[in-house]
């Protein structure tokens, strides 16, 4: 598939090139899906709506920025599932879900931060980086599926998550000595 081509024709409104789209990312955005919930009509419900969001929202896609369509369409299914999880639990944690001792909650919430700090340096990488270290880490993508979304060989994502998470460890490391 000519993605930059079938994007084009998306912007001109053009819906067999929506159904292109879909056709093509299904599988990736199901299984993204299916490994979060464990519930396959579950994750039926939010690949449609993952898909329903991409339509509907097509417009915010932005080709210039560089991110791959595949990547955009990832965030969508993961924010997707989120808004799930947020409507289920009322917008809260279940009380069950986490440690009520105070040093359960402090690792928490030091866990937490750890993690809002590694994904703020990782804005500081370059975007080659930056995309290959999300889908793995992030939306939990294997090699294979990253380089089907992606188009990028194996190696150079192996080597671009090499040295992504060799500059993260440096910039983490001048953060802590602030």
Known sequence: MNEKAVLRRCRNGDEDAFNELIRYYYPYVSNYIKKLTHDEYLCEDLVQETF?????????????????????????????????????????????????????????????????????????????????????????????????ITGIEQKTIKSRLHEGRKRLRKLMGKGRNK
């Open 52 to 148: 329903f969001k991409m339509i509907r929202g097509f417009d915010k896609y932005d080709t210039a920025r560089g991110a791959s369509f595949g990547t955009y369409i990832i965030s969508i299914a993961k924010n997707t599932y989120i808004d799930h999880l947020r409507k289920e639990r009322g917008g809260c944690v279940p009380i069950y879900d986490t440690d009520v001792t105070a040093e359960g909650i402090e690792d928490e919430v030091l866990t937490r931060l750890e993690y809002e700090d590694v994904i703020k340096k990782m804005e500081e990488l370059p975007e080659a980086q930056r995309e290959v270290l999300r889908l793995k880490y992030i939306d939990s993508l294997t090699l294979r599926e990253i380089e089907e």
